[in-house]
T-cell receptor, first 113, second 116 residues
């Protein structure tokens, strides 16, 4: 089962920041938080990932709370092309480097003019 | 980012036939490959995981004799849907992870399978 919960849908005005929350209260100490997005009928696209520290790249920022039980993905200036389903995933690690990516329901973000 | 190529992107087949879907990592060696399927308006459901040097591990409820996975090399995995039925019609997506395991997984563009 997915280890994350996200709001079903969110709206954002074009040009504004989109803040997408994610709860992962059962995350273990060595498990990473990953964010992907999926535009209709395409494969998911990697956005960002982190363990404890906040992360930033050219697409987004990831803010992880100190207790690691939740995180927020920030798209600083949303555009219409950012309309997609956003998935927050805890990467489950097993011994020997074996790992799984389990997708939850995701958040459907609609960016409007 | 790294590229994962999935082929074909669309396939229509008759009930009872088998269909093979290929997943290739084009510019890296994949330690792990994942196969997912996705029904309309639903999330991705993990079907199986295959790690370098070992057989695929199937998720609960996924029939391994129906969905044959062959991780032929570090750059190629195939999913064969055997004796396909209309209820197998779905969007099938693969992903691959390079070393080390905590780097991102890269996804193929998906295969739309329609069984008629």
């Amino acid at each position: 089962d997915a280890k994350t919960t996200q709001p079903t849908s969110m709206d954002c005005a074009e040009g504004r920041a989109a803040n997408l929350p994610c709860n992962h209260s059962t995350i273990s100490g060595n498990e990473y938080v990953y964010w992907y997005r999926q535009i209709h009928s395409q494969g998911p696209q990697y956005i960002i990932h982190g363990l404890k520290n906040n992360e930033t790249n050219e697409m987004a920022s990831l803010i992880i709370t100190e207790d690691r039980k939740s995180s927020t993905l920030i798209l600083p200036h949303a555009t219409l092309r950012d309309t997609a389903v956003y998935y927050c995933i805890v990467r489950v690690l097993f011994s020997g480097g074996y790992n799984k990516l389990i997708f939850g329901a995701g958040t459907r973000l609609a960016v409007h003019p | 980012g790294a590229v994962v190529s999935q082929h074909p992107s669309r396939v229509i087949c008759k009930s009872g036939t088998s269909v093979k879907i290929e997943c290739r990592s084009l510019d890296f060696q994949a330690t792990t490959m994942f196969w997912y399927r996705q029904f309309p308006k639903q999330s991705l459901m993990l079907m199986a995981t295959s790690n370098e040097g070992s057989k695929a591990t199937y998720e609960q409820g996924v029939e391994k004799d129906k969905f044959l996975i062959n991780h032929a090399s570090l750059t190629l995995s195939t999913l064969t849907v055997t004796s396909a039925h209309p209820e197998d019609s779905s969007f099938y997506i693969c992903s691959a992870t390079p070393r080390p395991a905590n780097t991102e997984a890269f996804f193929g563009q998906g295969t739309r399978l329609t069984v008629v």
